[in-house]
């Protein structure tokens, strides 16, 4: 392990490029059977990587509502690609986070509540 500099390039996050029909259809899946968490992240409208079963370690980086991380969509050779920069310089032993940005559901009774635990907590997720 080593210290990451602000604005660094960390990871890319890798997995499955499905399209919205199969991703929903694939949650209700995965929550059928069980899994806790899917990790479906869109890309575009149509266009989701879900690393649920087939992704890369990015899939593990969790969420804070003050987070040392952000994901970036960019564009290689005409291929979207979400990758994680620093948002500031973060020391060896810290723990890598980024902002989810789920979309907010307020009134909903499906809310997930946020554990982040940091000062500036939002208490949800959605």
């Known amino acids: 392990m080593e210290n990451i500099a602000s604005n660094?390039?960390?990871?890319?996050?890798v997995g499955e490029k499905v399209?919205?029909?199969?991703?929903d259809l694939r949650e209700i899946k995965y929550d059928k059977?069980?899994?806790?968490s899917s990790?479906?992240?869109r890309m575009a409208d149509d266009e989701i990587i879900d690393a649920t079963k087939k992704g890369g370690i990015a899939r593990f980086i969790n969420h804070s509502c003050t987070p040392n991380c952000t994901a970036k969509i960019i564009k290689v050779d005409g291929t979207r690609r979400i990758v994680i920069y620093a948002l500031k310089d973060?020391?060896?032993n810290d723990e890598l986070t980024y902002d989810y940005k789920f979309e907010r559901?307020?009134?909903?009774d499906?809310?997930?509540p946020c554990l982040c635990g940091s000062v500036g907590c939002k208490g949800f997720l959605n």
């Not at 660094?8 to 996050?13: H, T």
């Not at 399209?19 to 991703?23: N, S, T």
């Not at 559901?105 to 909903?108: D, I, L, T």
Request: charged share 30%; hydrophobic share 35%.
């Open 39 to 41: 990790y479906l992240f």
């Open 19 to 23: 399209r919205q029909k199969v991703a």
């Open 90 to 92: 973060i020391t060896k």
């Open 110 to 112: 499906d809310r997930i």
């Open 33 to 36: 059977q069980g899994i806790g």
């Open 105 to 108: 559901e307020y009134g909903s």
């Open 8 to 13: 660094d390039l960390i990871i890319e996050y």
